[in-house]
């Protein structure tokens, strides 16, 4: 049994900013560097180093578009989710209302909760494609109709 694994949504007291794309890789795998209380972040996304206070997560649901963390916490908290960083698709909200959030440790996400209990959802924006599918659509059967107009006034051979 694995007693020491990372929880799938967690807060972390630290969060140390790096500069440019590049994660600083010798302080990130270093025997010392606990990933329970700190996390990286771009400073392009956050500015500079923060402390943060831990809060607690109190719920985790999951389902094939969304995913819920209920958190708790007494001041600001930075909370990470381990779940790929994709924010073209995905959008956060915290109590209904869309925030922003973070690349964290280079592939993972993060965002910034403020005090107090919240709902934090994660919901995959499936939008574009079903904007794909009637572009699609319509230009199939646009060419279906030039087609068949086409026969319809060719002259018999």
Do not use: M
């Amino acid at each position: 049994e694995l007693d020491d694994f990372q929880p799938r949504a967690w807060f972390v007291e630290n969060v140390e900013v790096y500069t440019g794309r590049d994660l600083p890789w010798g302080t990130f795998t270093a025997q010392s560097f606990d990933p329970r209380r700190t996390a990286f972040v771009s400073q392009t996304d956050i500015g500079s180093n923060r402390s943060f206070t831990l809060g607690s997560v109190t719920d985790i649901q999951y389902s094939l578009h969304e995913l819920t963390v209920k958190t708790k916490s007494t001041a600001e908290g930075y909370l990470v989710i381990s779940e790929v960083f994709y924010p073209l698709r995905w959008k956060a909200k915290i109590d209904g209302k869309e925030v922003k959030y973070f690349e964290t440790n280079g592939v993972i996400r993060g965002l910034i909760v403020p005090p107090g209990n919240h709902e934090v959802k994660f919901i995959y924006d499936r939008s574009s494609f079903r904007k794909g599918i009637t572009i699609s659509t319509v230009a199939f059967l646009l060419c279906i109709g030039i087609i068949a107009f086409g026969w319809v006034k060719s002259p018999a051979l």
